[in-house]
């Protein structure tokens, strides 16, 4: 089961990556300061990295809207389901809106329907 999380946390952690790569990228640049359009090819590209993780970070915002807080049934603690299926932002402990889901083995295939 670990290695599923909350998808809101994964989607956090793709856009942090997304900042990173985006300024080793911008560093890389550094090497090629002789060459004036390399240097630019990747600072440039280091710059759509980052453009790309504000654009993610947004949508996390806008899918944050979209989400049902509720109390997780395992440790207790307010928590946020995004789509059928999800899993607690605490415990990892799996949750489902979906009635006809309870019970069934967690799988995060139940999701794909909607997307
Ligand atoms: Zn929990």
Same mark, same amino acid.
């Given at each position: 089961?670990a290695k599923y999380s909350s998808k809101i946390n994964k989607i956090r952690?793709?856009? &942090? =990556?997304?900042?990173?790569?985006?300024?080793?990228?911008?560093?890389? /640049?550094?090497?090629?300061?002789?060459?004036?359009? *390399?240097?630019?090819?990747?600072m440039v590209l280091g710059l759509l990295f980052i453009v790309a993780s504000?654009?993610?970070?947004?949508?996390?915002?806008? &899918? =944050?809207?979209?989400?049902?807080?509720?109390?997780?049934?395992?440790? /207790?603690?307010?928590?946020?389901?995004?789509?059928? *299926?999800?899993?607690?932002m605490h415990c990892s402990e799996p949750l489902t809106l979906d009635k006809?889901?309870?019970?069934?083995?967690?799988?995060?295939?139940?999701?794909?329907?909607?997307?």
């Amino acid at each position: 089961m670990a290695k599923y999380s909350s998808k809101i946390n994964k989607i956090r952690t793709f856009a &942090l =990556s997304l900042i990173f790569i985006g300024f080793i990228v911008m560093y890389g /640049g550094v090497f090629f300061r002789n060459s004036p359009i *390399v240097m630019t090819i990747f600072m440039v590209l280091g710059l759509l990295f980052i453009v790309a993780s504000t654009v993610v970070y947004f949508w996390i915002g806008m &899918l =944050s809207t979209k989400t049902v807080q509720v109390k997780c049934p395992n440790c /207790g603690k307010p928590t946020k389901i995004l789509g059928r *299926v999800d899993m607690c932002m605490h415990c990892s402990e799996p949750l489902t809106l979906d009635k006809n889901l309870e019970g069934i083995e967690f799988d995060e295939k139940y999701n794909r329907n909607r997307m």
